[in-house]
């Protein structure tokens, strides 16, 4: 499957088709190798392996997401996308939980790969 994202404004989609297949692999294909993820509980995590860790704890929890893109702001090879999202989780034991919010998220264009996550903020200015 192409990772490659040409155009920040699809980056939401692309990470929705992602998660909610399962695709771990794909799923961190959209990250920066040094990308930097607030998780859940507030704490901040690091590089491919921690941010790895964290997108394979989504995938157990048969997360399901829906992004819709609010806003691009775009600079060179520097993009911020405020996304709106609704996220479906299932707990360890059994319940389904849904959560809403909005992500301020910042992506990271190289020739090479084109856009990828490089700060992952789903609780955005929370």
Do not use: C
Not at 16 to 35: F, K, R, S, V
Not at 81 to 90: G, N, Q, S
């Amino acid at each position: 499957m192409d990772t490659t994202i040409t155009d920040p404004a699809d980056f939401a989609t692309a990470f929705d088709h992602a998660l909610n297949a399962g695709d771990a692999d794909h799923l961190l294909a959209l990250y920066e190798p040094d990308a930097t993820m607030r998780t859940s509980d507030g704490s901040v995590v690091e590089g491919h392996d921690l941010v790895g860790q964290e997108v394979k704890n989504l995938i157990a929890a048969h997360a399901h997401l829906d992004n819709h893109t609010r806003h691009v702001f775009r600079r060179g090879d520097i993009a911020l996308i405020i996304v709106d999202y609704t996220l479906w989780i299932t707990t360890p034991d059994g319940q389904r939980i849904e959560s809403r919010g909005t992500a301020t998220n910042v992506l990271k264009h190289t020739p090479e790969h084109g856009w990828r996550m490089l700060i992952a903020n789903p609780q955005g200015i929370a």
